[in-house]
């Protein structure tokens, strides 16, 4: 029978070309977010995080961008490289008791760099 | 280098046997996940604790999941009977006490036939 599972997002850059990936979360309690890579056959691997009182975050070649009006985070990476090629997952969390560290991932987006 | 540690990476096993994850977080690290993560739900969390406290395994079938953590070091998660839904990539990931970016290990890929 057909398999059923996630249609994840794609995205295919060039090498040296900008990327942008987007998520949307549902809780508007929540207050932290976190961008994750996941290589194939590896664990997911923190990239870079961001809090509610803020909408902009920069790393080395990356930035996070978040605006809470619409529930929308992005990750931005510059100049991408064939070793960005990954599942890239937004995960974020709600502060508040047993909720606190506690992350909601989303479904995630494969990112896939070409020479 | 500190890295969460899990064994075994891979395990095979029949319907119905016992399946035993273990995991080491980081030293110092006293917030612990264990989570799976299929094609079909993508990551799930099952269940973390707190200082070896439990603080939620809403997210894990009660009847044959079991999660535990012996010591500080030591966090383990059974299966008992396993089913063939059970195949997933199960992993484990932990955090500093007040902190909130949670470092995962390599993962146990189970496969149950």
């Known amino acids: 029978g057909e398999s059923v599972g996630l249609h994840l997002p794609t995205l295919s850059v060039q090498e040296g070309d900008n990327s942008i990936i987007n998520c949307a979360y549902s809780?508007?309690?929540?207050?932290?977010f976190i961008w994750y890579k996941q290589e194939s056959g590896k664990g997911p691997q923190f990239i870079i995080d961001?809090?509610?009182?803020?909408d902009k975050r920069q790393g080395q070649r990356v930035t996070v961008l978040l605006n809470k009006t619409v529930k929308h985070l992005s990750l931005q990476i510059a100049a991408t490289q064939p070793g960005d090629s990954a599942v890239y997952f937004c995960?974020?969390?709600?502060?508040?008791?047993?909720?606190?560290?506690?992350?909601?991932f989303g479904q995630g987006t494969i990112l896939t760099v070409h020479p | 280098d500190a890295r969460v540690t899990q064994t075994p990476r891979d395990k095979v096993t029949e319907m119905g046997q016992e399946v035993t994850m273990r995991c080491q977080p980081i030293?110092?690290?006293?917030?612990v996940f264990w989570y799976r993560q299929t094609m079909m739900q993508g990551l799930e969390l099952l269940a973390y604790?707190?200082?070896?406290?439990?603080?939620?395994d809403s997210g894990m079938p009660k009847d044959r999941f079991s999660a535990e953590m012996p010591d500080a070091t030591l966090a383990t998660l059974k299966i008992q009977p396993s089913e063939p839904r059970d195949s997933a990539v199960y992993f484990c990931?932990?955090?500093?006490?007040?902190?909130?970016?949670?470092?995962f290990g390599q993962g146990t890929r189970l496969t149950v036939v």
């Open positions: 990931a932990s955090a500093v006490l007040q902190g909130r970016i949670a470092f």
């Open positions: 809780n508007s309690a929540s207050d932290y």
């Open positions: 961001i809090r509610s009182n803020m």
């Open positions: 030293l110092g690290h006293n917030t």
């Open positions: 604790f707190r200082n070896r406290a439990p603080l939620d």
């Open positions: 995960a974020e969390n709600r502060d508040g008791g047993t909720s606190y560290g506690k992350l909601t």
